[in-house]
Nanobody, 127 residues
């Protein structure tokens, strides 16, 4: 599976962006997918994850009620709708995928669980 993230940019605080992660491969519908982010000088952190079926979603506390992850298996694409953006959301955002299976919140948050990573898309939120 190859992942291509897009949709980043510069936005003012309070604004919105929608990130997309387009995947190659006919079996992408069977992959659990997540978004992580990495700010300068910080470790990569979990943002949101979605089970391969779309049946379960998980969010970091810092983005809950502001971000929404969704998946369109017909388009092989995962989205991250980001609303009410804050300057602290500034980071490079990466999409990641792993073969679908048991997908708990703990597994969703673990960077090492994902075998496939996109190249990242930069989000800058100005105050």
């Amino acid at each position: 599976v190859q992942l291509q993230a897009s949709g980043g940019g510069l936005v003012q605080a309070g604004g919105s962006l929608r990130l997309s992660c387009a995947a190659s491969g006919r079996t992408f519908s069977r992959y659990d997918t997540a978004w992580f982010r990495q700010a300068p000088g910080k470790e990569r952190e979990f943002v949101a994850g979605i089970m391969w079926s779309g049946g379960s979603t998980y969010y970091a506390d810092s983005v809950k009620d502001r971000f929404t992850i969704s998946k369109d298996n017909t388009l092989n694409t995962v989205y991250l709708q980001m609303n009410s953006l804050k300057p602290e959301d500034t980071a490079v955002y990466y999409c990641a995928a792993r073969w679908g299976g048991y997908y708990s919140e703990a597994l969703a948050r673990a960077v090492n669980e994902y075998n496939y990573w996109g190249q990242g898309t930069e989000v800058t939120v100005s105050s």
